[in-house]
């Protein structure tokens, strides 16, 4: 596992987020696709932020990419870029009709959901977890900034990560305790979101 290492410039903006954010008690924010059917509010604050580097997520996101007119699903160094929320904390509130859910493999318990209309990746769905992966790169305005990279060692290769955030080979600790400390929160319930299950493609 890669050490932790934190830049001052981030720490600092990462305070201030923080700070704005305890103070307004997290307002609703709003993820919308690349052309504005489709728009879900996530409300109060979400479980962590983070970006994704294993290879299920780099091969989704190209395979999403290579969609007619689709925007970028992967950051330039290969991460996917998520805001983890509750699953109870989302809803879509415009659009519905053209969410449509894609897999990996048929039999995959982790869907992703892309708006058809423009083709732009919406969320992540780990079907037997309690919470929904937001793309980040879906909401305008107030995204929360990353916290910290995760499964680096299956990075693209040649990719150099900066040293702004802790970097982590897999999983991290904090990663899963706030996954947990999220579902004693929920009374240990798995809202089932059906969003996009009306047609099933698989990729």
């Known amino acids: 596992m890669v050490a932790p290492a934190c830049g001052g410039a981030s720490s600092v903006r990462n305070q201030r987020w923080k700070g ?28 962590l932020t983070g970006s994704c580097y294993c ?17 970028p699903a992967l950051d330039t160094d290969s991460g996917t870029s998520f805001i983890l929320y509750r699953k109870d904390r989302v809803q879509c509130v415009m659009g519905q009709e053209h969410l ?17 209309c423009c083709n732009s990746a919406m969320f992540l769905d780990f079907t037997r977890g309690h919470w929904l992966s937001m793309f ?26 900066a040293h702004d955030l802790p970097n982590y080979s897999g999983h991290s ?3 899963m305790l706030k996954l947990i400390a999220a579902w004693i929160a929920m009374g240990f319930r798995r809202p ?12």
Do not use: D, H
């Open 20 to 47: 704005a954010m305890n103070r307004k008690q997290y307002k609703q924010l709003s993820a919308t696709c690349q052309c504005g059917k489709v728009r879900f509010e996530a409300a109060g604050p979400p479980i």
């Open 100 to 116: 449509e859910e894609y897999r990996l493999k048929p039999e995959s318990p982790t869907r992703r959901v892309i708006a058809t």
């Open 192 to 203: 089932e979101i059906v969003l996009g299950k009306t047609v099933r493609r698989t990729q």
């Open 173 to 175: 600790g904090k990663f």
């Open 136 to 161: 980040r790169n879906r909401f305008a305005t107030g995204a929360p900034p990353l916290e910290m990279r995760v499964m680096t060692k299956e990075r693209r290769a040649g990719v150099e990560l």
């Open 55 to 71: 290879t299920s997520c780099q091969e989704a996101g190209r395979q999403f990419e290579q969609l007619t007119s689709a925007p």
